[in-house]
């Protein structure tokens, strides 16, 4: 079984910065994408950015240029840092990973999910 562990969420001042990490564990046996999203109020889920094996990138087109993403292979670590940070940016945030696992039940690829932290940016 795997556990994504985030932290780092929490309030934040418009135009601050906030650093998400979401650490995984369990029996792993390969990590492939990581990800991040996030659902605000009132609006649906929607990727924020994801990052592969090899640390090539992707962002939703607004967050350009604000939120990086990042991972540490060897800490099984993917990390968000958010810059700039604007009241709209307030939501609940997920980590996501797709990773081989190993347990009794076979050895498979399969998505994982944090339980979500909450940033909320506001004055």
């Known amino acids: 079984q795997v556990q994504l562990v985030e932290s780092g969420g929490g309030l934040v001042q418009p135009g601050g910065s906030l650093r998400l990490s979401c650490a995984a564990s369990g029996s792993i046996l390969r990590i492939g994408n990581m990800a991040w999203y996030r659902q605000a109020p009132g609006k649906e889920r929607e990727l924020v950015a994801r990052v592969d094996s090899g640390g090539r990138t992707n962002y939703a087109s607004s967050l350009w240029g604000r939120f990086t993403i990042s991972r540490d292979n060897a800490k099984k670590t993917v990390y968000l840092q958010m810059n700039s940070l604007k009241p709209e940016d307030t939501a609940d945030y997920y980590c996501?990973?797709?990773?081989?696992?190993?347990?009794?039940?076979?050895?498979?690829?399969?998505?994982?999910w944090g339980q979500g932290t909450q940033v909320t940016v506001s004055s």
């Open positions: 996501t990973a797709t990773a081989m696992t190993s347990g009794s039940s076979g050895i498979f690829w399969r998505d994982y």
